[in-house]
């Protein structure tokens, strides 16, 4: 009997339950231990956090710091301040930089190429040194320049005091933010994401003994290509990994795990592996446009034409848990009425992605192209149209 009523409360509590409630109770997979003080996992190509811990908690970042340091240096590239081929001297100061080492000397001459080599795959506290004196002119400046980047980018809880993560007070950041850095260098640079893919890199006349990326995921994992690790005893071990790997229907789906705090360089690397195999499992991708797809096609008025298509110039890709892609839906709004002139990439809607009753993602819908205003006979006749709708 007590079995049978045990049996009767359950199935009234189950029937209590909203379909959104049960949904999250059945669906939301649980992510596995992490030996770590703080983590995160990014899905990149959906856009979405698919788990995390302490995100918020101001850390110390460690060589994490060149991150951002090589951010600055790929954005001088591009604006063509400097060149990868162009050489800078090692000044005293770079030279008798303490820990982690590229091992040059003031009677060296480095290309910025082999300096950036020197700094994301050795770690190298003395390239990095050369680096933001050659970009920033003085180091002082260079990082009042990092400082400034971590605004534009929305780093809100980051500050930095120097560039290349030894202790500092105040030099700190978070997991959300280095996860804003890391898909911000992802998507902002490709062109210069091979350096931290890059397994091994000596720089002539210096230890061959100091040629190994920290990052030993990029040993064991073949669908790893970066990012970035670092150390100090504050710090703990950390590591900042990404992964591609390819999914039907989607194409190259990218993760980003930042595990921070561990105990060893071994346990950064088991716990950041772990991670990204479980998202990858846990969660599918699913593709629901393709770029430059319309998502809708609304009326525009007072315009050169009658209508837009409104979309995404990359694709639109949403994580849903494994198995639940039949319970995705959609729902379209825009501005109504949208009226000309529009320019193309303008944004004019938004797109709501839902699991069941569950609001998975919003996407900002834009302009597919752009549509001039009507002249004055076409928009006298659409405010007469107005008037009368």
């Known amino acids: 009997m007590k079995s049978l009523l045990n049996t009767l409360r359950s199935l009234v509590l189950a ?8 949904l999250a109770q059945i669906q939301t997979p649980q992510p596995p231990e992490i030996a770590a003080r703080n983590y995160l996992l990014v899905d990149v190509t959906a856009n979405q956090i698919l788990a995390s811990k302490d995100i918020d908690t101001p850390i110390e970042q460690a060589s994490l710091t060149k991150l951002m340091t090589a951010y600055l240096v790929f954005d001088a590239l591009r604006a063509k301040k400097i060149t990868l081929q162009q050489k800078l001297p090692v000044s005293e100061r770079a030279w008798k930089m303490p820990g982690s080492r590229m091992f040059i000397d003031p009677k060296m001459q480095v290309p910025i190429d082999d300096l950036l080599k020197g700094m994301i795959i050795q770690s190298g506290n003395d390239a990095t040194m050369a680096l933001a004196e050659g970009v920033g002119g003085t180091v002082e400046n260079f990082v009042r320049l990092m400082n400034e980047q971590a605004k534009a980018l929305g780093m809100s809880n980051t500050s930095y005091k120097n560039p290349e993560g030894l202790t500092e007070p105040g030099h700190l950041t978070t997991a959300r933010d280095l ?3 890391a898909t911000r260098l992802l998507t902002d640079f490709p062109e210069h994401l091979h350096y931290y893919s890059t397994k091994q890199y000596r720089y002539e006349g210096t230890p061959a003994s100091n040629s190994n990326n920290r990052n030993l995921l990029l040993f064991r994992d073949p669908t790893v290509d ?14 900042v990994a990404t992964a591609k790997r390819d999914f039907p229907n989607v194409g190259q789906r990218r993760l980003v795990s ?13 716990e950041s592996q772990k991670l990204l195999n479980w998202g990858y499992t846990a969660y599918d991708a699913i593709k629901l446009f393709d770029s430059n797809q319309a998502v809708a096609t609304p009326t525009v008025w007072k315009g050169s034409a009658n209508s837009v298509k409104m979309g995404r110039p990359e694709g639109i890709v949403v994580a849903v848990p494994s198995g639940s892609s039949g319970k995705v ?18 944004p004019i809607g938004t797109l709501k992605v839902l699991l069941g009753e ?26 007469i149209r107005l008037w009368i709708k």
């Open 329 to 346: 839906s959609t729902q379209i709004a825009h501005q109504d009425p949208l009226m000309a002139p529009l320019a193309k990439g303008q």
């Open 258 to 270: 930042i595990v921070l705090g561990t105990s060893s360089e071994n346990a950064r690397a088991n």
């Open 15 to 22: 029937a209590a339950l909203t379909p959104a409630a049960l």
């Open 179 to 181: 996860s804003t850095l």
């Open 358 to 383: 569950q609001t998975v993602r919003e996407v900002p819908l834009l302009a597919l192209d752009g549509i001039e205003q009507a002249g004055i006979l076409g928009r006298a006749w659409d405010a």
């Open 226 to 239: 970066g990012l970035k690790t670092g150390h100090t005893n504050a710090a703990g071990y950390c590591l």
